[in-house]
């Protein structure tokens, strides 16, 4: 049964750089089923879907972050990454990493239990 | 970007109920669309795909219905596990959207 565990810094800094990293275990990130994704919640608020990326590097990102976001994969290591650039304190939210089923019907059927990331100087 | 409308946005239940929740896309969505239960610090868990289509593993109380730009999730006899936020979510198109969620007490 795939695992999935996101890890990072829990706090950043106005105008730096939010990075995290999730680990998948029990399953291949290289499968042709898959997609990674990155989702995001604000405290108290609802889920905004950030973007994924396809084993082959092919990402796709929400408009409203795309200037500022990246989706990274690192295969050999089984592990794929966000970095989210410029961040302010409207980027305080939990972060959540899952596993998106794209072939045929789309799900997300596996989630890792998200990080909390503050923004705050 | 497909704006996602659920109703209603809390609701209370007593154990054996059936709940129903609705969710409303701003276009067409074809049968395109997930509902996922959230319960408190947790991360979202998915329960329907497709519209109508039960996650391995979820009970059949839970069922889905709907197509086009109207859904609708059915708890029948509630169980007291179920409280949580229920969330929609279409995949029709990017940037996949979520419903603002419907968050259910049990009684």
């Known amino acids: 049964q795939v695992q999935l565990q996101e890890s990072g810094p829990g706090l950043v800094k106005p105008s730096q750089t939010l990075s995290l990293t999730c680990t998948v275990s029990?399953?291949?990130?290289?499968?042709?089923?898959?997609?990674w994704s990155w989702i995001r919640q604000h405290p108290g608020k609802g889920l905004e879907w950030i973007g994924y990326?396809?084993?082959?590097?092919?990402?796709y990102y929400n408009p409203s972050l795309q200037s500022r976001v990246s989706i990274l994969l690192d295969t050999s290591n089984k592990q794929f990454s966000l970095k989210l650039n410029s961040v302010n304190a409207a980027d305080t939210a939990v972060y959540f990493c899952a596993r998106v089923w794209e072939n045929g019907p789309t799900f997300f059927d596996s989630w890792g239990q998200g990080i909390l990331v503050t923004v705050s100087s | 970007a497909i704006q996602m409308t659920q109703s209603p946005s809390s609701l209370s239940a007593s154990v054996g109920d059936t709940v129903t929740i609705t969710c409303r896309s701003s276009?067409?969505?074809?049968?395109?669309l997930g509902w996922y239960q959230q319960r408190p610090g947790k991360a979202p868990k998915l329960l329907i795909y497709a519209a109508s289509t039960l996650q391995n593993g979820v009970p059949s109380r839970f069922s889905g219905t709907g197509s086009g730009t109207d859904f609708t999730l059915t708890i029948s006899s509630l169980q007291p596990e179920d409280f949580g936020t229920y969330y929609c979510l279409q995949d029709y198109e990017y940037p996949y959207t979520f419903g603002q969620g419907t968050k259910v007490e049990v009684k």
């Open positions: 990326i396809y084993y082959t590097g092919t990402t």
């Open positions: 029990g399953g291949s990130i290289s499968s042709s089923d898959y997609y």
């Open positions: 276009q067409g969505i074809r049968g395109d």
